[in-house]
């Protein structure tokens, strides 16, 4: 293999992540033969889309490509992705959490290497929730309810938190939380179980919300919702590790007064999150030059230089275990959150999030279709709860028609 | 000339029956290198992919399963579909409320341009025009704004009145909402048409109308707006049209408003998504088909209903 990498070799990484091309620099030092041509082909949805048109096409295929966990099962079902196993070394899976390997390990394939997590918990404004005489750290949800009641009746014209109907992320982050397993990946065997208890209970409890009127049901990430943290109109966000790359930019006149604490528990005592978003770079079965293109997902997710350059300058929550023990990583101070010491919160929540989570191999219509539901009847004050039939039922229909078996049906 | 062609009759006529007989094949060449770029171009990039998406639509590709031609089922699947029916009838509905308004204005703008009697014609012209030349992305994103609830002129006018700020993106208000966008970025386009239209009126009918005692107003209704039926119905046409492709407004609306749009709002919309986002390429491309029948068929119609107008 090391003779393979000696080759030269030009490879194209498809990744919107800031910081990917100093990663490739460093890369490119190491390995002076493998030249990269570093591609933003857009960000989410527009990537996963262009990336299946060139799939389809079989004509300017990149190499390596950034590829979300959700969307894994999706592109293993086309087979388009390549097992990773031979390029990487044996004890590879032992670098990450046990619920991180079982991201990228389906099948006893390992089919990308961990770039970052999204550990769940909360982060709000100490400030607004201190002058409001709400006790800090939230430990339960049943006190987060509380909290959020009493805040909006001391203000008026702020809420707690805001929850769009639509994210279908983070609820299945909250989902996953409570212990629900909606889904499995087996083309074969699809399970697809939205009405559960488990995800009643989440519902249920955010629809009370919604119905007292403590919450409001924004939709996120466009401009009237970053202005809705800037001007405070929300004092807190259930967010993942990655939540003030999004704020920093809108909360100057805020910047201290944040503090992050660990996602409010379903029962005292507890400690389980759930996940919303993280990523890996995966290599394209097709690609011509596997080797290099495996050892470049490896070389800029593994090694420490680049690694470091990830966590400490982007920000970006790492999944690798030696980053996540690292006394100095752990200590860092933040300036946005008044020099609270967070990566220790959420390295907690990593440590935390529960194991066994599976995702659908047809995941963008799931995210889509939940997204389209649930924002439709919460808007319209019915709640999150009744959208949970109508999706499952469009799921089930969708995956039958795309030739899935699914279980039970 | 007459005198030259008597006395040379024979050689010349032979000569010119033998151009006569060649001309239609020279010119037949020439033309249609001439047309050929653009036949080129015609089948390459519109009817080739046209018989593509055709061909498309009549198979179905599952993730699962493989290729398989299933006939006309995308087409009844499609018209049972009442995500995409009830986007046909969203927009048709747009269609009659937003296009009458719009041509109203455009034809009264136009009418007023052309009678000379507006202080800075040029400003005035360019200034109704200013927001075609905006892409429908940008006005659809600046509209968001100025449509926004927490900030924006008709949130803070509520504040200052102290009412709550309007929705202008819920469910009931959101086809208006769109409707008002385009009737701002096209009226200028239209008004542009019309007003090319009067002026290529000849004068000497205004004139005529002038002699006969006919008013301002009068030239207006029973002169200048018969004349300006072809250009009506073309801007009528192309209208129709746009409002069944809407698509870029929604798009950028879906994202301040998403528990609104959704997936389907408009059948364009609709077409997109199941493409691109559901990977359903055939059912999308038999949608695209079953929205060009309509389109063509709506079409026909208001030219025939103009066409009947034009008889009586």
Known sequence: MAAELKKPANLTLWAWTPGTAEAVQMFEKAYPNINVKVQNVGQGDPHYQKLRTVLKSGRGLPDVVHMEFQYIPSFTLTESLLDLTPYLPDDFLSDYPEWIQQQINLNGAIYGVPWDTGPLGFIYRKDLLDKAGIKTPIETWDEFAAAAEKYHRANPDSYLVNMPGGQTGQWLGLFWQNGARPFSGDPNNLRVNLTSPEIREVTEFWDKLYASGAITDDADFNDAWYQGFARGKYAGWISAAWGPIFLQSYTENSKGKWRAQALPQWEAGQTVSGNWGGSTLAVLKDSPNKAAAAELARWILQERQPVEMFSYDRFLFPPQNFMLESQEWLNQPYEFYGGQKVNQVYAEMADAVDTGWEWTPIHEFVATQGDDIKARTVDRGEGATAALQPWQDAVVNYAQQQGLTVEGQ | ??????????????????????????????????????????????????????????????????????????????????????????????????????????????????????????????????????????????????????????????????????????????????????????????????????????????????????????????????LLRPALLLCAIFSVIGSFQLFAEPQIFATIAPEVIGKGYTPNLYVYNLAFSDQRLNYAAALSFLLGVVVFIVSYFVMYASRKQEER
């Open chain 2, 1 to 226: 000339m007459s005198q030259a062609t008597a006395t040379a009759a024979g050689p010349t006529t032979r000569r010119a029956a033998g151009r006569r007989k060649k001309k239609p094949g020279s010119h037949g060449a020439a033309g249609f290198l001439f047309t050929l770029p653009f036949m080129v171009l015609f089948l390459g990039l519109f009817i080739a992919p046209l018989l593509y998406a055709l061909y498309l639509s009549l198979f179905r590709e599952q993730l699962v399963g493989g290729n398989q031609f299933v006939g006309l089922d995308n087409y009844i699947d499609g018209l049972q579909d009442r995500e995409f029916t009830r986007g046909i009838g969203r927009v048709a509905l747009f269609l009659l409320i937003q296009v009458p308004i719009m041509l109203l204005l455009a034809l009264v703008f136009a009418m007023i341009l052309d009678s000379g009697k507006v202080w800075f014609p040029k400003l005035f012209r360019v200034g109704i025009f200013v927001p075609y030349a905006v892409p429908t992305v940008i006005a659809a994103l600046m509209w968001g704004f100025l449509y926004g609830r927490d900030f924006g002129p008709f949130a803070d006018l509520a504040d200052a009145i102290n009412v709550p700020p309007p929705n202008f993106l819920s469910e009931s208000t959101m086809l208006f909402s769109i409707a008002n966008v385009s009737t701002w970025t096209y009226t200028g386009y239209n008004m542009i048409i019309l007003y090319a239209a009067l002026r290529s009126i000849p004068t000497e009918l205004y004139e005529a109308a002038a002699v006969d005692g006919a008013g301002a107003v009068r030239t207006a209704l029973h002169v200048k707006l018969p």
